[in-house]
């Protein structure tokens, strides 16, 4: 598999990955300092030290493997066309109370999925289905085999790679 990144998305990585290794050798050493406190079967600190480096040699082995099949995408697009981080006002047809509702969103990559601030990942089940559409075009959004929706896409401002928006943390 390979992801889909744009040239801010792989900056950042490779910042975070540099300060990950770099406080590898710290909590290494924290480590070492709480195994040294004695019997190990009662030791929350070396519990502890154990869990945050191996969280940390997880992202660090995340990060490394999404470097390694990253493609560079561009970002830019047709006007009138959703293209990645765009702002696209989508109108839901079929809403509980019968009525349509409008929601804008953001269309980004997949590390910097947020759904909390409508930034919405371009390998959803939505950003699949608009991704490269036009205004005016109305669009089923499949969930899954059992589930899909309609939308119309209302409005498309052009948007930029914003690197104040992060990549996602776990």
């Keep these: 598999m390979h992801n889909e990144l744009t040239e801010i998305d792989i900056q950042k990585m490779k910042?975070?990955?540099s300060a990950r290794k770099a406080a590898a050798q710290k909590l290494r050493e924290a480590v070492k300092e709480a195994r040294a406190l004695g019997d190990l079967s009662e030791n929350d600190e070396y519990r502890s030290a154990k869990r945050e480096l191996g969280r940390n040699n997880s992202r660090i082995r995340y990060l490394e493997n999404m470097l390694k099949t990253a493609i560079i995408v561009k970002t830019d697009s047709t006007e009138g066309v959703v293209g990645l981080f765009?702002?696209?006002e989508l109108q839901y047809e079929?809403?509980?109370d019968g009525e349509p509702e409008t929601r804008k969103i953001r269309l980004v990559t997949t590390?910097?999925?947020d759904v909390f601030n409508n930034c919405i990942s371009k390998e959803s089940p939505l950003g699949r289905a608009i991704f490269g559409r036009r205004v005016g075009e109305r669009v089923i959004?499949?969930?899954n085999d059992k589930v899909s929706y309609p939308v119309i896409i209302k409005s498309v401002i052009k948007g930029h790679d914003d690197p104040n928006?992060?990549?996602?943390?776990y």
Aim: glycine letters at 0%; aromatic letters at 0%; charged letters at 25%.
């Design 86 to 88: 765009d702002e696209i």
């Design 111 to 113: 590390l910097r999925n």
């Design 165 to 169: 928006l992060p990549i996602t943390a």
């Design 94 to 96: 079929n809403t509980t």
């Design 15 to 17: 910042e975070e990955l």
């Design 141 to 143: 959004v499949h969930v």
